[in-house]
């Protein structure tokens, strides 16, 4: 089974919208999970990240952390075209461990 | 903006042959990684080296060993490279505790 389940798996979006990623995890000690984006032919860029139980805004950016279902789920408010990219989920173990979902690849039409 | 670097960028080699990828960090970072990115972008982890401290993945083949000279470089040499090594290979690093990964660009690899 694996580690780290992300949905949907592709989406297609118009500019403005709000978008809604899902990523669960079956590690219960995941210490923090990280969300990243990945430009094509660039390494992932860390986006936010979420320790504590409940949820975290960064500007356009929130992200839903629920323990007791192992589930995280990251919302771009106002989408633009410059957000099109695959989203990757990744808890962190600890010891710089980390694991990362299949991603979702994310397309924002103009 | 980059702080990991990999160099080559792209690599196209034959079964069989052996090949070295580079990385350098310049953010003073004390772990590295590599991590193999295949075609439907499943990023897995590889190695860790932490203070000369390296975690191995099990399910890593035998024929790739990670080659560390100081804190800042990490290099990945495979040898006797097969078909299934065709990936891009993504390196990282972070400090200590639950901080941010930062990711070179990655190498592509294309084993003919």
């Known amino acids: 089974q694996e580690k780290v389940q992300q949905s949907p798996e592709s989406l297609i979006v118009p500019e403005g919208a709000m978008v809604s990623l899902n990523c669960s995890f079956s590690?219960?000690?995941?210490?923090s999970i990280w969300w990243y984006q990945q430009h094509p032919g660039k390494g992932p860029k860390a986006l936010i990240?979420?320790?504590?139980?409940g949820n975290k805004k960064e500007g356009r950016l929130t992200v839903y952390l629920n323990r007791a279902s192992l589930h995280v789920s990251l919302h771009i408010k106002d989408s633009q075209p410059s957000d099109s990219a695959v989203y990757l989920c990744?808890?962190?173990?600890?010891?710089?461990?980390?694991?990362f979902g299949k991603g979702t690849s994310l397309t924002v039409i103009p | 903006e980059t702080a990991v670097f990999q160099t080559p960028n792209y690599h196209v080699t034959q079964v069989g042959n052996e090949v070295s990828f580079n990385c350098k960090q310049t953010?003073?970072?004390?772990?590295m990684y590599w991590y193999k990115q295949d075609s439907k972008k499943l990023l897995k982890i590889m190695f860790s080296?932490?203070?000369?401290?390296?975690?191995v993945n099990e399910t890593v083949p035998r024929r790739f060993s990670p080659q560390s000279s100081d804190k800042a470089h990490l290099n990945l040499r495979i040898k006797s490279v097969e078909p299934e090594d065709s990936a891009v290979y993504l390196c990282?690093?972070?400090?200590?505790?639950?901080?941010?990964?930062?990711f070179g660009k990655g190498t592509r690899l294309t084993v003919v």
């Open positions: 990282a690093s972070s400090s200590a505790g639950h901080t941010e990964v930062f």
């Open positions: 590690d219960s000690a995941s210490q």
């Open positions: 080296y932490n203070n000369k401290q390296l975690i």
């Open positions: 990744a808890p962190n173990t600890g010891y710089q461990n980390f694991y």
């Open positions: 953010l003073g970072h004390d772990t």
């Open positions: 990240s979420i320790f504590s139980n």
